[in-house]
């Protein structure tokens, strides 16, 4: 039975909370916020927990085996640090960390000291996903042209990240699992309208080039009318689009292309457009974070490396920090680091 710990319980802590708490396969020991309203907020559900302000307490508690941190970025990579070095396995929610430099020394540490470290890209515990990627590896699309995600709404509005890296690493992520490769190159471009004199971007658009051509655009904001949560993908076969706004029936697989012809006299008769069926394939409806969860408390039981593991991590903060970089020097193209 793993014994867990939880530090950070604003919005997002809440779900994680409610989450492992349901596992049999693990048991919340204790919770803790730097704020005391949080706690108390939580305390009512969660009578027979032990509640902590500090979070050195949790680590320096015998007791507890892992801990599972949803704190604002800027705080992951000293709490995560400090995690491991008192022989903790982490969870720690995305952006893993804010630099490349952070990234690597605390997969140094866990490697040391033999711990789990696992990120949450929600995405990839996502059974829309999973599907979509049995598609994209059979080869039902055939050869991926290019791919494009939205991620917008109205608010949350962040202060110490922009949207590049609050709502980014869930569709970086999703795409870098779906294709099973990494980007060569990003650009990105982006603007700051409610936080000017911070320099805080309310929107980003990013576009990652892979080899042979395919490419994956990006759009993220957190000031935008619409909530959409799409992700579409265009192959030399058939095409697909994954909507998580639908409650069911999240995938659209359009059997619709463009059919080239040997035997032509036209242009027009060169290219065919292709309109078939459209399969709607039936998929499981349970909670992604439900599965990262379980995953994670799966992995520190059995000592397996997690799906989204340091590696993925530091992956993600490569294509990030070179979208940063594009981003600051309005749309260059810039190398992501291997
Ligand atoms: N996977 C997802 O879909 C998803 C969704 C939302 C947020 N997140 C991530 O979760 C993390 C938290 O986001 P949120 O929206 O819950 O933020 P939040 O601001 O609502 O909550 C953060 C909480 O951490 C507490 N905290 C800050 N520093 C602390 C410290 N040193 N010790 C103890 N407590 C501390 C704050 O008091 C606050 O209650 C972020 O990394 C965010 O990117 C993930």
């Not at 099973?180 to 971007?201: D, F, R, S």
């Not at 395919?214 to 992700?231: F, G, N, Q, T």
């Not at 463009?258 to 499981?284: A, C, H, M, Q, W």
């Amino acid at each position: 039975m793993t014994r867990l710990g939880l530090i950070g319980l604003g919005t997002w802590g809440k779900n994680l909370l409610r989450n492992f708490s349901n596992l049999p396969e693990c048991e919340v020991l204790v919770c803790c916020d730097q704020k005391k309203e949080q706690l108390e907020k939580i305390q009512n559900i969660y009578p027979k927990f032990k509640f902590v302000q500090n979070y050195k307490e949790v680590l320096k508690d015998k007791d507890v085996d892992a801990v599972v941190i949803a704190t604002p970025p800027d705080s992951h990579f000293e709490i995560a640090y400090q995690a491991i070095s008192f022989e903790k396995d982490v969870f720690v929610e995305k952006p893993m960390v804010l630099k490349i430099e952070e990234g690597e020394k605390l997969l140094r540490v866990a490697k040391d000291k033999k711990r789990i470290l696992m990120v949450g890209h929600i995405m990839e515990y996502h059974s829309a996903v999973l599907k979509l990627k049995e598609y994209v590896k059979g080869g039902e699309l055939g050869d991926v042209y290019y791919l494009y995600a939205t991620r917008v709404n109205l608010g949350k509005v962040r202060d110490i990240e922009n949207a590049l890296w609050s709502f980014a690493p869930h569709d970086i992520s999703m795409i870098l699992f779906l294709l099973g490769e990494e980007p060569k190159t990003v650009t990105a471009t982006g603007q700051c309208y409610l936080q000017k004199k911070k320099g805080i971007e309310d929107v980003a658009f990013l576009t990652l080039h892979f080899d042979d051509g395919v490419m994956a655009h990006i759009h993220v904001s957190w000031l935008d009318p619409h909530k959409e949560r799409k992700l579409t993908i265009v192959g030399n076969k058939k095409m697909a689009v994954f909507d998580d706004m639908r409650s069911a029936e999240k995938i659209w697989i359009y059997d619709k292309g463009v059919d080239t012809k040997l035997d032509y006299n036209t242009y027009g008769e060169y290219l065919s457009l292709r309109f078939g069926d459209i399969l709607i394939p039936k998929i499981d409806s349970s909670e992604p974070l439900k599965a990262e969860c379980q995953h994670f408390i799966q992995c520190v039981n059995d000592r397996n490396t997690p799906r989204s593991d340091g590696e993925d991590g530091l992956r993600i903060l490569k294509v990030l920090e070179a979208a940063q970089r594009s981003l600051e020097k309005g749309g260059t193209p810039e190398e992501i680091k291997s």
